[in-house]
């Protein structure tokens, strides 16, 4: 059974850092597509960024050059390192994965399996 343990949110002003964890359980991890994703009060749950099995990433347009997604094998650990952070990514984040490739578009219904989500905040 696919488990996704996701670890790392908290609160920070603007123009800080945070770094979320994603543990994956019960699945030969290096097989998967696996993504973020964030959810606002209000708001859909929308794509942040992908790591296909080829290792390409895939990320939304308003946090390129301030994210990286990235992941240990070994560990079977996902990992999102956000710098520069803005209230607008105040959201629930979400790990997610797929057996298979990635796709361009980060869409929710392109991953079956989620973790519970962790809360970032971003104060101004």
């Known amino acids: 059974q696919v488990q996704l343990v996701e670890s790392g949110g908290g609160s920070v002003q603007a123009g800080g850092s945070l770094r979320l964890s994603c543990a994956a359980f019960?699945?030969?991890?290096?097989?998967?597509?696996m993504g973020w994703f964030r959810q606002a009060p209000g708001k859909e749950r929308e794509g942040v960024a992908n790591?296909?099995?080829?290792?390409?990433?895939r990320y939304r347009e308003s946090v390129k050059g301030r994210f990286t997604i990235s992941q240990d094998n070994a560990k079977s650990t996902l990992y999102l390192q956000m710098n520069s952070l803005k209230p607008e990514d105040t959201a629930m984040y979400y790990c997610?994965?797929?057996?298979?490739?990635?796709?361009?578009?980060?869409?929710?219904?392109?991953?079956?399996?989620w973790g519970q989500g962790t809360q970032v905040t971003v104060s101004s």
């Open positions: 019960g699945y030969a991890y290096n097989t998967y597509c």
């Open positions: 997610a994965a797929d057996f298979g490739r990635c796709y361009d578009q980060l869409s929710p219904s392109d991953f079956r399996y």
């Open positions: 790591i296909g099995l080829d290792h390409r990433t």
